[in-house]
């Protein structure tokens, strides 16, 4: 593009030499004249740009969540031998065969918590529920009947990076015991919650066999754990549900 500049820049030298009246201003005041606009002119036009690339920044940590996620899903449905699906490319289709995937495995559970120190929660939390529909946070459903308070005595039944049990503890259910099969994300949440007084309890234990005494909690609370099983092995769901 060409830049216009005021006749009298041109001119300002020949003004001078043919003597006309008044002098000519000096050669920088002029340059300033023109440059200042046009810098501030294109700063405007910039920053907004650079607010919208920090606002994309801002989104980076949810966008690899979401990846993250994602991953594990593909991990444990299409990848490896025993995958329930498989892919043929003469035919170009999906076929599906029962079995166990990696969402009923505990080693898929230890290699993908290896993997990450982040926190997830599934399906809901504690505290947030469904966009627009009020009382639908699991604190809305659930605490009305605990009416014991902070002497309930909870099991949190596949506990995995879930905020659920520090949730709950912040609202003074102190009670909890929470088990994982995976040993690798039992040791990081306890590490997490070593501050908490009075302490909650973290086992690694299988849901489909469990070894608590009948009866020994008033609240048995699980989000995703039947779920997993039962996209993973749904003969396994029945056990767990006899156990709890």
């Not at 003597?19 to 005041?29: L, N, R």
């Not at 990848?79 to 490319?89: H, L, M, P, V």
Request: aromatic share 10%; net charge negative; glycine share 8%.
């Amino acid at each position: 593009e060409r830049l216009l500049l005021p006749a009298s820049i041109g001119m300002g030298k020949r003004r001078k030499e043919k003597g006309s009246g008044g002098a000519a201003a000096p050669p920088w005041t002029l340059w300033l004249m023109v440059v200042v606009p046009i810098v501030g002119f294109l700063y405007l036009r910039v920053r907004p740009m650079d607010s919208e690339h920090e606002r994309a920044d801002d989104g980076t940590e949810a966008i690899s969540r979401e990846h993250e996620h994602l991953d594990m899903v593909r991990s444990a449905l299409f990848a490896g031998k025993d995958s329930q699906y498989t892919f043929d490319k003469d035919s170009e289709t999906w076929s599906y065969k029962p079995g166990m995937t990696g969402f009923a495995r505990a080693e898929y559970w230890e290699e993908t918590y290896k993997k990450s120190d982040r926190t997830y929660d599934w399906l809901g939390s504690w505290n947030e529920g469904v966009p627009g529909v009020p009382d639908s946070a699991l604190r809305d459903v659930v605490a009305p009947s605990l009416t014991r308070g902070s002497d309930t005595a909870i099991l949190n039944l596949g506990c995995g990076n879930s905020k659920l049990a520090e949730d709950m503890h912040d609202d003074g259910y102190w009670n909890i015991t929470n088990i994982d099969i995976s040993s690798v994300v039992v040791e990081k949440m306890s590490a997490r919650n070593a501050h908490r007084k009075p302490p909650m309890a973290w086992m690694v234990m299988d849901v489909t066999k469990m070894s608590f005494e009948a009866e020994a909690f008033d609240l048995v609370i699980e989000k995703g754990t039947l779920d997993a099983l039962f996209a993973g092995a749904s003969q396994l769901v029945a056990p767990a549900v006899d156990e709890a």
